[in-house]
């Protein structure tokens, strides 16, 4: 992001904050495929993750006065979106993609199609999908306080006191948490696996 456009959203985040819902419904266009992809990323439905998605938006919009800038504002929101996601979860399990019905897989694939690089093989999409299901495996093993860090620094990917900020705990409990999320994830066999890409024929 250029310091033009830096400067306009810090604009339209301060309109915000003085009440302005225009300026709010403008700051979130910049987000909002990504917040999709991380609530789709959550939750293996497209319909759930667009709920998700946007019962986030709506509690930012509540909460904006307490946005401080010590994150960035993405983080922010993935911070209000994975605690939504764990209240919901409380209600219902999330699914992961690779366990969907066919009819819901398909809906995901045309979904993520979108975001698919054009210049990628199809070889190459195979693996990365393959790498994809097998991460999201293990991420799903993980207690919800570790998955948590692990997606805001590696998929959000923001600092280790942007993290504590958007999760409100010290920046110590974010390290401890990394630290023990890394060490669980490292001793996974299925990861390890990984670590050795299969050559694309």
């Known amino acids: 992001m250029d310091d033009s456009s830096q400067d306009s959203m810090l604009a ?11 300026a709010f419904g403008e700051l979130v266009q910049n987000f909002e495929e990504r917040l999709f992809r991380q609530a789709l990323f959550l939750c ?34 993935c911070g209000i979106l994975l605690n939504l996601a764990r209240n919901t979860s409380r209600k219902m399990a999330p699914v992961p ?50 998955r948590e ?9 923001d600092s280790i006191e942007g993290i504590a900020a958007a999760l409100d705990c010290s920046v110590g409990t974010v390290k401890s948490r990394l630290f023990h999320a890394l ?5 996974m066999p299925e990861l390890g696996r990984l670590a050795t890409p299969k050559p694309i024929l």
Do not use: Y
């Not at 698919?116 to 190459?124: C, H, L, Y």
């Not at 860090?149 to 990917?157: E, N, S, W």
């Not at 060490?183 to 001793?187: P, S, V, Y």
């Open 97 to 146: 993609i690779s366990e969907l019905g066919e009819s819901s897989r398909q809906e995901v694939d045309h979904l993520l199609d979108a975001l698919v690089d054009p210049g990628e093989s199809p070889a190459e999409r195979v693996q990365r999908e393959e790498r994809a299901m097998a991460i999201n495996r293990c991420l799903d093993r993980l207690p919800a306080k570790h």
């Open 12 to 22: 339209l985040l301060r309109a915000a904050q003085d009440g302005d819902p225009h």
């Open 183 to 187: 060490e669980k994830l490292h001793a």
């Open 44 to 77: 293996g439905n497209a319909a759930q993750a667009e709920d998700l998605a946007q019962e986030t938006l709506f509690t930012a919009w509540k909460r904006l006065g307490q946005f401080h800038h010590r994150c960035q504002f993405f983080t922010w929101l």
């Open 149 to 157: 860090v692990i997606q805001l620094r590696f998929f959000v990917d």
